[in-house]
């Protein structure tokens, strides 16, 4: 399963589509200098709007921070090192 992975960049967005297990190792603190180059290379510009699908995360590098909407895998239960949001996907934000 892919994940919607949007970058949190001041005030700008990238989103790159990636497997579960790079973000339970981003999450982690697993992913070594190069690969986060990868991401933050490999990651297209987005204009956000204020509505998420389903599946989606954004993570704030500078605050490691993530929020998650509906990603249908519980990451707050392997012990990720920064801070978890799980959101419930509303008609406010859907």
């Known amino acids: 399963m892919d994940i919607q992975l949007f970058i949190k960049e001041g005030t700008s967005y990238k989103v790159l589509r990636v497997p579960?297990?790079?973000v339970k190792n981003l999450l982690r603190d697993?992913?070594?200098?190069?690969?986060?180059?990868?991401?933050?290379r490999l990651a297209g510009p987005v204009e956000m709007s204020d509505n998420f699908k389903s599946g989606s995360i954004i993570v704030d590098f500078s605050s490691k921070t993530a929020e998650c909407y509906q990603t249908k895998i519980d990451l707050t239960s392997f012990d990720p090192t920064w801070k978890v949001n799980?959101?419930?996907i509303t008609l406010n934000n859907y």
């Not at 070594?32 to 933050?40: K, N, P, Q």
Request: charge should be positive; glycine fraction near 0%.
């Open 30 to 40: 697993r992913l070594s200098r190069s690969e986060l180059d990868r991401i933050h």
């Open 20 to 22: 579960v297990y790079v």
């Open 86 to 88: 799980n959101e419930k």
